[in-house]
C-alpha cells in the first residue's frame, strides 16, 4: 500500500519568505502521481499542483512548485514570496489505482501560517 | 465554470439517526469521489463512482453507502449514526477517475453527531 508521510505538523513562515514543505512518499508503482492541496479553515481542498512519476520536469504553477527528487521519494512543495493568504493546511497525497479507479491517499498535513 | 457543490454545508444529527448527502461534480466530470476528514484519523477515501457504478471503496462500514445518477450527481447515506461520524465529508470529482485526472474539491459537509 502506498503511503505519504509529511513530517513537520507546523511552519511559522515571515511573509514574503520561500517556505518549502517536506513530503516523502512510498510505492512500489512504477507511475504514480502525486498532487499537493490547500485546505484553508474554510474546509475546502484547493488543488495546487501535480507531478506525474514519468514527468522529467519539476512542476510549476504559478509560485508553486514542485521539488521532485525520484530516487529520494521526496515530493516537496515549495511557495516563493508567501502571502498571508497562504496560512492554511496543506496536504501532499498520491493516486492510487486500483481496478482503473483511482483514489488518493493523503498524508497527515501541514498547518503552514504566515506571520506579517 | 461553476465548481463541485455540496449540499447541506453543516448538518447536526443524534446518534442512531441516518442521513443523506449531496454532491454535484463539475459539469463534465463523471467521476465523484467521498473522502471523511477526522482530526484523529485525517482523510480517509470512502468510496468512488463512475458512470452510476461503484468502482472503488474504502475501508469503512456497511452503513456508509452511496449511489451516482445519470446526471453524475451522487449522494452518500450514512444510517445509525455513530459519535464517532462526526466529520467533514468532502466530494471530489474529476473527468475519468484515472490516469492523470485531477480530483477537484467541493466545500465539505461538516455533520456532527450528537
Known amino acids: 500500500a502506498q503511503k505519504i508521510t509529511q513530517t513537520q505538523p507546523g511552519m511559522f513562515v515571515q511573509e514574503k519568505e520561500a517556505v518549502t514543505l517536506d513530503c516523502t512518499y512510498d510505492?512500489?508503482?512504477?507511475?504514480?502521481?502525486l498532487f499537493w492541496y490547500k485546505q484553508p479553515s474554510s474546509g475546502e481542498m484547493i488543488f495546487l499542483i501535480y507531478?506525474?512519476?514519468?514527468?522529467?520536469q519539476n512542476a510549476t504553477e504559478g509560485r508553486y512548485s514542485l521539488n521532485f527528487q525520484k530516487a529520494r521519494k521526496s515530493a516537496n512543495l515549495v511557495i516563493s514570496a508567501s502571502q498571508l493568504g497562504d496560512s492554511a493546511m496543506y496536504f501532499c497525497?498520491?493516486?492510487?489505482?486500483?481496478?482503473?479507479?483511482?483514489?488518493?491517499?493523503f498524508g497527515q498535513g501541514t498547518r503552514l501560517t504566515i506571520n506579517p | 465554470k461553476a465548481g463541485v457543490t455540496q449540499t447541506p454545508r453543516y448538518l447536526i444529527k443524534t446518534r442512531g439517526q441516518q442521513v443523506t448527502l449531496s454532491c454535484s461534480p463539475i459539469?463534465?466530470?463523471?467521476?465523484v469521489s467521498w473522502y471523511q476528514q477526522t482530526p484523529g484519523q485525517g482523510l480517509q477515501f470512502l468510496f468512488e463512482?463512475?458512470?452510476?457504478?461503484?468502482?472503488n471503496k474504502g475501508n469503512f462500514p456497511g452503513r456508509f453507502s452511496g449511489r451516482q445518477f445519470s446526471n453524475s450527481r451522487s449522494e452518500m447515506n450514512v444510517s445509525t449514526l455513530e459519535l464517532g461520524d462526526s466529520a467533514l465529508y468532502l466530494c471530489?470529482?474529476?473527468?475519468?477517475?484515472?490516469?492523470?485526472?485531477?480530483?477537484?474539491f467541493g466545500p465539505g459537509t461538516r455533520l456532527t453527531v450528537l
Open positions: 459539469s463534465g466530470h463523471r467521476s
Open positions: 510505492t512500489s508503482d512504477q507511475s504514480y502521481g
Open positions: 471530489a470529482s474529476s473527468f475519468y477517475g484515472e490516469g492523470t485526472d485531477t480530483q477537484y
Open positions: 463512482y463512475f458512470s452510476e457504478t461503484q468502482r
Open positions: 507531478q506525474g512519476s514519468y514527468d522529467e
Open positions: 497525497a498520491m493516486r492510487e489505482a486500483f481496478q482503473g479507479a483511482q483514489k488518493l491517499v
